[in-house]
């Protein structure tokens, strides 16, 4: 038996048999240890380093720095924020000498193959302290090139964001970059003061953060956009703050036609350019205030202060943007005809509709900085995965990917059981953190090359990035209803029905070059894609969808169902023509468990309901035999001395406890004490009194060998792979109680899960 906590620690000796209270435990715990922390807001160059469709900066120098002679050296340099010790490998493509340099010690050099193969590529671990990093690249000019593209290995799921060092840059997103120099100024004996001031340095830093004083004398929507060769308009967006004062004025000076509004009413429109002076009534005196002011050929923009009882009042940001000295943020150019209400351009997740200098349509415009080239953008920020998947003590809200998806479907229907409006609606906020976000976060992508929020979901490219999580936001909708979650969900179903790479038969597999998993078929991927697939279909009227995912079911039983044993093998591996014969546990979890989704809904007269039935009550009579003693399953379920593992338990309990609501399985007693025994194992082991989820492996690759599972996987404390399938077995594990005391059982299908 595999010990993880001592009994009198345990969610059951507090609580017993009342899996309610346990279910406030386990929903209670998670939300208060990850608060709702937006995305960071941060000044961000678009001049700067940006990053490639891969992840990596590319910091190719010899276009950006063209005076740069051979044998010149510059230095690329930037921060790097820790909440816990965390390793990632990180990727290096040289394009000419290249030392590394991490918190003051060399990390890597360059070979003299390395400098010249044109091809080259490095894989450089590195283990980040808590706290602030510093990482400093020497690139040196030769004929082979100057620079490298650097960055972290699987972009999209361990990100690297850094942050821009020295004093007058606090706060901003990016790396600098120096100018060139002739001599080497940094290693391990000197290294740059990242709190100092650029000018302490003595060298020249770029991109540039300052206006020329040509640029300051500018017009204020001139400086930031150009001058129109045609009327145009601008926005500028403040806060006035609540100061109690008896009066307001804002005063100042118009380039052209412009209007006030404060909190979206109109409080000031100038007809023409020129002085202004306006009193305010006291009650209109705070709030967000939105300035849009149209050309003329007087200029462009507009200036603008406000007094207090007479006394100068100093606005705000409307929203905290870090690494932004002013108070105002800016957007346009818009055309001069674009009606935009005040509450749709308020909003950090606007797009405004662009036009360029001469009134044609150019995309959109986001929030700009006074200062050169400078954007708003949001960062996520939040839990930072590292290369075993642990994410410390930082809490996962905002994040898209899939162990959060399973998460925030517990939350939902743990909500629904505990009548617990405050869960859901934590969940939705989640969510909806990550689907308001949608269309900028496309938008950024095109922009920067790699988008700063919303990872997964933009760069879309197997079923991990988008079934799970859709499904999430799918259960939500048909919880509450939102016109975005079935636009983002109309973009994954196209992905998964027709752009999902397929065998022959029309299996879904993983086609993926230069990759270890390349040409392989995973157990795992039942669950990323059926019920997204079973919740479209009845959130859509898709029945195509529904069937697609009862096909999938049959085709990957007949490459990984070990017959002899009833259970399934992990992968299936094409490139060696079979199956890794490993019956990983939670791999056998996410298909059990999906499968319960699937036959909840599938109509009794569809022609594979027979099979499906047979499927899951042969793979449950399977499973069910090798149960340990302690009401686990083990990690390798077929492998005495593998350990037991907890989510894999709790996907197995909640499959048998279904079966026996649901009237699916013969012999339904066998499988409700399999069930019960499961989850007072789970409770009694793996559950403690504060609510922490034990004895969960970690996020897994695959092998041919057990001993990769056993003794290379090892449990995480309240790893997102394992607590929401933990709230969920104990939803089921109260509704099956609840059946079980009424002696009844629910239909055999149709209607939305309790």
Same mark, same amino acid.
């Given at each position: 038996m595999t010990v993880y906590i001592e009994a009198r620690e345990s969610a059951r000796y507090v609580f017993g048999e009342d899996e309610r209270r346990i279910l406030?435990?386990?929903?209670?715990? @998670?939300?208060?240890?990850?608060?709702?922390? &937006?995305?960071?807001?941060?000044?961000?160059?678009?001049?700067?380093?940006?990053?490639?469709?891969?992840?990596? @900066?590319?910091?190719?120098?010899?276009?950006?720095?063209?005076?740069?002679?051979?044998? !010149?050296?510059?230095?690329? @340099?930037?921060?790097? %924020?820790? !909440?816990?010790?965390?390793?990632?490998?990180?990727?290096?493509e040289p394009l000419g000498p290249i030392k590394v340099y991490m918190n003051g010690e060399l990390l890597f050099r360059t070979s003299a193959v390395e400098e010249m193969k044109p091809d080259a590529r490095v894989v450089i671990p590195m283990l980040f302290s808590k706290g602030w990093n510093t990482v400093l690249i020497e690139a040196r000019r030769t004929p082979a090139g100057f620079g490298c593209r650097f960055g972290a290995d699987e972009a999209k799921v361990r990100i690297l964001n850094v942050l821009a060092p020295f004093a007058e840059r606090a706060g901003s997103a990016g790396w600098v970059y120096s100018a060139p120099v002739k001599t080497p100024c940094y290693g391990e004996e000197a290294f740059p003061d990242e709190l100092g001031t650029e000018e302490e340095t003595g060298l020249s830093w770029l991109p540039r953060v300052r206006w020329t004083a040509e640029e300051t004398a500018l017009p204020n929507m001139e400086r930031l956009f150009g001058r129109p060769e045609t009327t145009l308009a601008g926005y500028g967006w403040t806060k006035l703050p609540i100061t109690g004062a008896g009066s307001l004025v804002l005063e100042g000076r118009a380039y052209g036609p412009t209007s006030v509004w404060i909190d979206g009413e109109l409080v000031l429109d100038i007809a023409e350019a020129g002085p202004f002076r306006a009193k305010l009534r006291p009650d209109r005196a705070s709030g967000n205030l939105l300035i849009r002011t149209v050309s003329s050929g007087q200029g462009w923009g507009f200036v603008v202060d406000a007094l207090a009882d007479g006394k100068p009042l100093a606005f705000e940001q409307p929203v905290q943007v870090h690494g932004n000295g002013g108070s105002w943020l800016y957007a346009g150019p818009i055309a001069a005809d674009e009606g935009l209400a005040p509450s749709s351009v308020c909003r950090t997740s606007a797009l405004l509709p662009s036009v360029d200098l001469v009134g044609r349509p150019s995309g959109f415009a986001y929030w700009e900085l006074d200062a050169p080239q400078t954007r708003v953008r949001p960062f996520y920020e939040n839990a930072m995965l590292s290369n075993k998947w642990t994410t410390g003590t930082a809490t996962n809200f905002g994040r898209w990917d899939y162990p959060l998806g399973v998460t925030m479907y517990g939350v939902l229907r743990t909500a629904k059981v505990l009548n617990r409006s405050e869960l859901s609606d934590y969940a939705l906020a989640h969510i909806r953190s990550c689907t308001d976000m949608y269309d900028y976060s496309l938008w950024d992508r095109s922009q920067?090359?790699?988008?700063?929020?919303?990872?997964?979901?933009?760069?879309?490219?197997?079923?991990?990035?988008?079934?799970?999580?859709?499904?999430?936001? #799918?259960?939500?909708?048909?919880?509450?209803? !939102?016109?975005?979650?079935?636009?983002?969900?109309?973009?994954?179903?196209?992905f998964m029905l027709k752009k999902l790479e397929r065998r022959e038969d029309h299996a879904f597999y993983r086609l993926s070059e230069g990759e270890y998993f390349d040409n392989t078929l995973w157990a795992d991927d039942l669950y990323m894609s059926a019920p997204f697939l079973i919740r479209y279909a009845v959130a859509c009227g898709k029945p195509e969808a529904m069937d697609e995912a009862a096909r999938q079911f049959l085709l990957f039983r007949s490459y990984l169902f070990l017959e002899d044993e009833r259970i399934m093998?992990?992968?299936?591996?094409?490139? /060696?023509?079979?199956?890794?014969?490993? &019956? %990983?546990?939670?791999?056998?979890?996410?298909? #059990?468990?999906?499968?319960?989704?699937?036959?909840?809904? =599938?109509?009794? *007269?569809?022609?594979?309901?027979?099979?499906? #039935? *047979?499927?899951?009550?042969t793979?449950?009579?399977?499973?069910?035999?090798?149960?340990?003693?302690?009401?686990?399953?083990?990690?390798?379920?077929?492998?005495?001395?593998? @350990?037991?593992?907890?989510?894999?338990?709790?996907?197995?309990?909640?499959?048998?406890?279904?079966?026996?609501?649901?009237?699916?399985?013969?012999?339904?007693?066998?499988?409700?004490?399999?069930?019960?025994?499961?989850?007072?194992? #789970?409770?009694?082991?793996?559950?403690?009194?504060?609510?922490?989820?034990?004895?969960?492996?970690?996020?897994?690759?695959?092998?041919?060998?057990?001993?990769? /599972?056993?003794?290379? =996987?090892?449990?995480?404390v309240n790893d997102n792979h394992g607590i929401g399938i933990m709230m969920l077995a104990g939803v089921e594990i109260n509704n099956l109680k609840e059946a079980l005391s009424a002696g009844s059982r629910s239909a055999g299908q149709g209607g939305h899960a309790t």
């Open positions: 406030e435990l386990l929903a209670g715990r @998670y939300v208060g240890a990850n608060p709702q922390i &937006p995305f960071a807001f941060r000044s961000f160059s678009r001049q700067g380093i940006l990053q490639n469709e891969e992840g990596l @900066y590319d910091m190719e120098l010899a276009s950006r720095l063209p005076q740069a002679a051979n044998g !010149d050296y510059a230095y690329v @340099y930037g921060l790097v %924020w820790s !909440d816990n010790e965390r390793s990632i490998d990180s990727v290096l920067y090359g790699f988008p700063s929020v919303n990872h997964q979901l933009v760069m879309m490219r197997m079923l991990d990035n988008c079934g799970s999580f859709g499904s999430a936001m #799918l259960e939500a909708y048909l919880q509450e209803g !939102d016109d975005v979650f079935l636009r983002i969900a109309e973009r994954i179903a196209d093998s992990h992968v299936y591996d094409f490139k /060696y023509g079979q199956a890794t014969r490993v &019956p %990983w546990g939670r791999g056998n979890g996410w298909v #059990l468990f999906s499968l319960t989704e699937l036959l909840q809904h =599938l109509p009794v *007269d569809h022609q594979n309901r027979n099979a499906l #039935l *047979d499927f899951y009550r793979m449950c009579a399977g499973v069910a035999d090798l149960q340990s003693g302690s009401g686990l399953w083990r990690q390798v379920l077929n492998e005495p001395d593998a @350990y037991e593992e907890a989510s894999c338990t709790a996907m197995f309990a909640y499959a048998f406890a279904r079966g026996v609501r649901y009237g699916w399985l013969d012999g339904e007693r066998r499988y409700a004490d399999a069930a019960l025994k499961a989850w007072r194992g #789970l409770t009694g082991g793996a559950i403690d009194r504060s609510g922490n989820v034990h004895g969960v492996c970690s996020g897994s690759r695959y092998s041919f060998s057990p001993d990769y /599972y056993m003794y290379d =996987l090892r449990t995480v």
